[in-house]
């Protein structure tokens, strides 16, 4: 099992930039493939970015592409979302995720550990 605790969420105006963490416990964060949700307000959960295990495999969802860059660090168990240039739509609260495989994943029913969210508020 990993426990997953996000960080880095904040209120933004439009254009700036946030970076989100995502720290998991245990000795074998290097065997997770990782990945961003985000929620907004009255709207179910979606898909934001992958990364594989070792990472070096990325996907993203395509409002996202060109603003967000997700990556991973496994000496110090944490997955980075860097958002730039963000919009007011962004806002919500993300959620990272985690599934011990090799495989990259996108679906979020695939995914068995998740974190607690953290908000995101990108205002005009």
């Known amino acids: 099992q990993v426990q997953l605790v996000e960080s880095g969420g904040g209120l933004v105006q439009a254009g700036g930039s946030l970076r989100l963490s995502c720290t998991g416990s245990g000795r074998t964060f290097s065997d997770y493939a990782m990945g961003w949700f985000r929620q907004a307000p009255g709207k179910g959960r979606e898909f934001v970015a992958a990364i594989s295990w070792l990472g070096g495999e990325l996907y993203y969802e395509d409002s996202v592409k060109g603003r967000f860059t997700i990556s991973r660090d496994n000496a110090k168990n944490t997955v980075y979302l860097q958002m730039n240039r963000l919009k007011p739509e962004d806002t919500g609260v993300y959620y990272c995720?985690?599934?011990?495989?090799?495989?990259?994943?996108?679906?979020?029913?695939?995914?068995?550990?998740w974190g607690q969210g953290t908000q995101v508020t990108v205002s005009t």
């Open positions: 995720a985690a599934r011990r495989t090799i495989a990259l994943i996108m679906e979020e029913r695939q995914y068995d550990f």
